[in-house]
């Protein structure tokens, strides 16, 4: 039994009474679990298992399966800031979504507080704060994984790059490219040197806010196809391109 | 496959049964006279032949409309959005509502890939407008999807001229704080109001 602060990813219901619940926590990474009895209202989980709500979670973990036993949830944090917009909850799911691709071993518990961050961060934003803030946590969570891209260097030969100088960034090589090895790689996006400066400035913790919303919408597309070479199963990240899509649903305002 | 295992395969899909439920109701239905048997059957055959989506409302009916959909003491003008069918019971259990329902067919829910055009919303869009509805109540669960789903319902909604509202939420009316779980309260306080 280990007792940690938790944040529920995903959930969905189990038999009669249970949910199935992925929850990112600091003590075990991501797991699942089974919350028995969560169905009932008024049982020991009561509302508190709600999508993106944090708490104290109880976990038996056994040792030779994937799904664990949930003893207790309490919760600490509500975010229903993150469906006060329709821009918000599909950054939200896409972010979770992210969270789910993650094992238990990656990253400790450096996932489930670069979440945290980010939830907190979303379920407050402005309308055009919540690409800049979404996509910051979503480099954030690449560096906990341990493949944050490489930017100041290329990502095949190591030479330095001029900051001032436009260059290409290759998902599969882990970043940006110098002139000379961008002739090896076909279908390296174009980095202006304004965009790369902005990955900097997230990755140092700063926040920017990109010049328009077509440049924020390169950001968004530009860390999708990064994680969804670099995540372990390689499969397409379905509410992030949900999210890209229609923003949260809202292609009809 | 041989028909017992068929039917205990099939027993084991349902919710709350495992493979020995399944099995001990399987030899119950083989013990009993094959009349009982043939009964259940033929109510299974009934409900998956008949029982169908209203035109309306897409409550569950073996009519084209429903029956709420053609009571005339119903007032059309008033619509509660529910995610499922089963939602229906639970408000009508109360007696307090006189309007009429739609059934969404669930609710925003991107991690399990579902959109509005999964969901009945275009139906209840063009329903709100040509019945002229007054106000449509959005019942939807009180989880973050819900209230999600029930914000795009507002804004498909905004042109119809009909007042969108949503069900309160928080502490039960008479609980007591101390026995309130950890989540009621986080709930509460996250949705308080300025007084
Ligand atoms: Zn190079
Ligand atoms: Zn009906």
């Known amino acids: 039994m280990i007792r940690t602060d938790a944040i529920v990813l995903h959930a969905f219901d189990y038999r009669e009474t249970s949910r199935i619940v992925r929850l990112a926590t600091r003590e075990a990474g991501v797991v699942s679990v089974i919350a028995r009895g969560a169905k009932r209202t008024g049982g020991k989980f009561g509302q508190g298992m709600d999508l993106f709500t944090s708490g104290a979670a109880q976990i038996v973990l056994h040792p030779t399966r994937d799904l664990h036993t949930l003893g207790s949830f309490d919760a600490t944090r509500a975010r229903p800031g993150l469906a006060a917009s329709l821009a918000r909850f599909g950054a939200a799911a896409a972010l979770s979504e992210l969270g789910m691709r993650c094992a238990p071993e990656d990253g400790g518990g450096a996932i489930h507080d670069v979440l945290v961050a980010g939830f907190d961060a979303v379920s407050v934003a402005e309308a055009h704060e919540v690409i800049p803030r979404t996509v910051t946590a979503a480099w954030h969570l690449a560096e906990a994984l341990g493949f ?34 961008a002739a090896l790689a076909p279908g390296a996006r174009a980095l202006p040197a304004d965009a790369r400066a902005m990955l900097l400035a997230w990755a140092a ?49 | 496959m041989s028909a017992i295992d068929e039917l205990i395969t099939e027993l084991s899909r349902l919710p709350t049964i495992g493979r020995k439920s399944a099995m001990r109701l399987t030899y119950h239905l083989l013990r009993q006279p094959a009349a009982q048997s043939r009964k259940l059957a033929e109510a299974l055959v009934a409900l998956v032949e008949r029982v169908r989506p209203c035109d309306t409302c897409f409550n569950l009916t073996e009519a084209a409309q429903c029956a709420i959909c053609v009571d005339a003491r119903r ?39 579902i959109g509005p055009s999964h969901l009945t919303i275009v139906p209840l869009v063009s329903r709100v407008m040509q019945a002229g509805a007054r106000e449509v109540i959005v019942a939807t669960n009180p989880t973050l999807e819900g209230d999600a789903t029930a914000l795009y319902l507002s804004e498909q909604l905004r042109a119809s001229g009909a007042t969108v509202s949503r069900l309160a939420r928080g502490l039960p009316m008479g609980g007591d704080l101390e026995y309130a779980d950890g989540g009621t309260i986080v709930q509460a306080l996250a949705a308080r109001r300025a007084i």
């Open chain 1, 148 to 181: 944050a891209p490489t930017l100041e260097h290329c990502a095949a030969c190591h030479e330095a790059l001029d900051t001032e100088e436009s260059v290409r960034f290759a998902p599969r090589a882990g970043g940006a490219l110098c002139a000379r090895c």
């Open chain 1, 205 to 253: 913790g700063e926040e920017g806010i990109p010049a328009d919303a077509k440049v924020a919408r390169a950001h968004q597309r530009l860390v999708r196809e990064f994680l969804e070479e670099h995540l372990a199963d390689g499969k397409p990240l379905r509410a992030w391109r949900d999210w890209e899509m229609n923003g949260g649903h809202a292609e009809s305002r």
């Open chain 2, 75 to 113: 007032d059309r003008q008033v619509i509660c959005v529910v995610e499922e069918a089963s939602d229906i019971a639970s408000i009508e259990r109360t007696g307090e509502y006189r309007g009429v329902y739609h059934v969404l067919g669930g609710r925003l829910a991107p991690l399990d890939g």
